[in-house]
């Protein structure tokens, strides 16, 4: 079974600083797929960023990147800049290539302070 | 605008009950998903559906039962036999429902058992 493991229930970070979120996973597979989903006080879950595990090379979406390091099964996320509007839940989800559904972890609260 | 609505935002169930969340989506997508998610907790997946007249069972299927009749339809029946329903619940889609795809999500359902 595979397992995400997101190990900080809570961070803060001030606005124009960055931070980084942690995301470790658990799988026997060789090609699958990472995400980091954001969850804002409205509850509805947005895609942030995607990962193919076949690419060496990190994605970035404007002020969000991400670190994969695919032998340690590590995938942080990395916002830069933070803006107030950043505050919200962030989940990290994989999928195997062979998959139909996302398995999240438990997410990571982000407060952004003045 | 196309998108995926689910009613009601709010409801509340007695003891013994049945309760269907309503689904829609004018994406033309063919996968369509439901997820629980519990507070501290990351979501779990209910039922998936890949396609018109079929579903499958996700990690925690037990108490509720899905419907797939219509591409653009996916109700979730929470039964009685769901001994704690109390959570908010997600329905998403998916363009085919492969790994690669994005998921989209619903902004949610809110259940209590009263």
């Known amino acids: 079974a595979q397992t995400v493991t997101q190990s900080q229930p809570e961070m803060s970070v001030q606005e124009a600083e960055t931070v980084t979120l942690s995301c470790t996973y658990d799988t026997s597979e060789s090609d699958y797929y990472l995400f980091w989903y954001k969850q804002p006080p409205s509850r509805q879950m947005i895609l942030v960023i995607r990962q193919e595990a076949y690419k060496q090379q990190n994605a970035t979406e404007n002020r969000f990147s991400v670190n994969f390091q695919k032998a340690a099964k590590s995938f942080s996320l990395k916002i830069s800049d933070s803006q107030l509007g950043d505050a919200a839940m962030y989940f990290c989800?994989?999928?195997?290539?062979?998959?139909?559904?996302?398995?999240f972890g438990k997410g990571t609260s982000l407060l952004v302070t003045p | 605008d196309g998108g995926i609505t689910q009613s009601p935002k709010y409801l509340f169930r007695k003891e013994g009950q049945n309760v269907t969340l309503s689904c829609e989506q004018n994406l033309n997508h063919d996968a369509m998903y439901w997820y629980r998610q519990d507070p501290g907790q990351g979501l779990r997946l209910i039922y998936y559906?890949?396609?018109?007249?079929?579903?499958q069972k996700g990690d925690i299927a037990e108490g509720y039962s899905v419907s797939r009749e219509k591409k653009e339809s996916f109700p979730l029946t929470v039964t009685s036999a769901q001994k704690n329903p109390t959570a908010f619940y997600l329905c998403?889609?998916?363009?085919?429902?492969?790994?690669?795809?994005?998921?989209?999500f619903g902004e949610g359902s809110w259940l209590t058992v009263v």
């Open positions: 989800a994989y999928t195997p290539n062979s998959g139909y559904a996302l398995n």
């Open positions: 998403a889609s998916s363009i085919g429902g492969r790994a690669w795809d994005t998921i989209y």
């Open positions: 559906s890949q396609i018109v007249n079929d579903f």
